[in-house]
């Protein structure tokens, strides 16, 4: 068995019935190169013989009254495919509002956690297309976020994925094996016992860090602050319903801003962002005086020797949307990114990660119902959005044989930030993802649309 981290158990602490911790992911999917041609059944058996070489995919949780710790990963016994990759049909025409009604819905649903928490749904007709004849095919997937970050979903598709369309499956790799009550109880009081220790460890850390951040703050140098975030129509209370959008960029065009004002592809994608949410705001009269802040997920991996499938710390990023002039804007964006990535780095990569350990499932859900049943969620947002951007190949991949034309990622939203945009680059392409809560922002699409018009008005801004 192997134990989850404090951070990843927070995943499963966070969840209730209208914020399910699931990470998404839609495809699009060129059924011409699949080998043999595509039938449900040559695809599913396909996966088959992947995820023999994934243990990750065969692994659910387990626990016990007794356990005093986190939840561990176990060895499915009963693992079946079946009760995990589906199929479905879409609606005439097959386009993309038939795509993302599904798929948002499809986000909306909860994962059983008696079962390895992942799903696949394979989805038939995209485009009006028939699959089985050279046609377009989506496929929707759905981890826990408990057992994932962003890069590691990104792994994780990687290894679904080949660079030659008939690549051999690859040798079948051995799970974390089992673990008896008794097991799980003994681990979990060992690590329980450990506690004060762990404890009186990261208290100079962090004071340090709390020194530091005042010193900062004295200079002007810390990145935006939690809970100074402006209300939004999206920062309210979420229900369980999802809706989904996308879009699709040429990342040469992103290098293109990039080189024209010497910033980072990060910059140039914040950037994107904020311009699309002032535009987006700013028709409905709904933009507020003073900057938007997003939380900004930032992968430590390599920089931790923590335990854990989820290696990343937060950053709070001023996205400047009360600068009407994009270069400019892109500028201020730039120079907060740059100080709030010396502050992050600053308070301590692993610093996250260790407070989590004593992360307690009653204190989680109890803070998250009273969050949402008050006003808090409106009138004190911890921040106003989710932005993560995650770099992924530059070269064609083909899943189970069938080459990617698209991979739109999509994170969770909680109450108070009823908004995810996830960007992924994947060969030549910058796939923008867009989830949240109908009930906020039911016209998710019209946001989606302002994604190109942005990417040109920086464009002309760089020459």
């Known amino acids: 068995m192997q134990r989850l981290s404090g951070l990843d158990a927070s995943f499963l602490y966070l969840e209730t019935s209208s914020q399910p911790m699931h990470v998404c992911s839609i495809m699009e999917l060129d059924t011409a190169t699949m080998p043999g041609g595509y039938t449900f059944d040559r695809l599913r058996e396909a996966l088959s013989l992947r995820i023999r070489a994934m243990p990750q995919f065969r692994e659910k949780l387990a626990n016990t009254p007794l356990n005093l710790d986190h939840p561990v990963w176990v060895e499915d016994e009963n693992f079946h495919i079946d009760r995990h990759v589906h199929r479905i049909g879409l609606p005439a025409p097959g386009g993309r509002a038939e795509v993302s009604e599904v798929c948002g819905h499809i986000a909306s649903l909860p994962l059983d956690r008696r079962r390895p928490l992942w799903e696949m749904w394979v989805i038939e007709g995209v485009a009006g297309t028939d699959c089985h004849r050279r046609g377009r095919l989506g496929v929707m997937t759905k981890v826990h976020h408990a057992g994932v970050d962003g890069v590691t979903g990104a792994n994780l598709l990687s290894q679904l994925c080949t ?269 923008v993802g867009l989830i949240s809560c109908p009930d906020l922002l039911a016209d998710l699409w019209e946001m989606a649309d302002e994604f190109p018009v942005g990417m040109e008005e920086l464009l002309a801004a760089a020459k």
């Not at 079948?172 to 690590?191: D, E, K, M, N, T």
């Not at 780095?345 to 989680?364: C, E, K, N, R, Y």
């Not at 989710?386 to 990622?409: D, F, R, T």
């Open 163 to 431: 660079t030659e369309a008939d690549a051999p499956p690859p040798d079948p790799v051995r799970g974390v094996g089992g673990g008896s009550g008794w097991q799980i109880a003994a681990g979990g009081l060992i690590r329980f016992a450990t506690r004060p220790l762990q404890l009186v460890n990261m208290v100079p850390e962090t004071m340090a860090s709390v020194v530091s951040t005042v010193l900062r703050a004295r200079e002007g140098l810390t990145m935006a602050r939690p809970f100074a975030a402006p209300r939004t129509v999206f920062n309210a209370s979420i229900s369980c319903r999802r809706n989904i959008a996308y879009a699709q960029l040429d990342l040469e065009d992103v290098k293109t801003v990039k080189d024209g004002f010497g910033v980072k592809v990060n910059d140039v994608v914040m950037a994107l962002v904020a311009g699309v949410l002032r535009q987006y705001l700013a028709e409905r009269n709904a933009l507020p005086e003073s900057s938007l802040v997003a939380s900004v997920p930032v992968s430590v991996r390599g920089r931790s020797d923590r335990p854990g499938r989820n290696q990343v710390t937060a950053m709070f990023a001023s996205l400047h949307t009360h600068i009407a002039d994009p270069a400019e804007r892109l500028r201020a964006i730039a120079d907060a990114n740059s100080i709030a990535k010396q502050h992050s780095s600053a308070i301590g990569a692993t610093l996250l990660q260790d407070w989590s350990q004593f992360a307690a499932p009653a204190v989680f859900g109890v803070a998250m119902r009273v969050y949402a049943r008050t006003r808090l969620t409106e009138s004190l947002p911890v921040h106003n959005l989710v932005v993560s951007n995650v770099p992924g190949p530059q070269i064609p991949l083909y899943m189970l044989g069938c080459e990617v034309k698209a991979m739109y990622p999509l994170g969770p939203i909680f109450h108070g930030s009823g908004l995810n945009i996830t960007v992924l680059s994947l060969n030549g392409k910058l796939h």
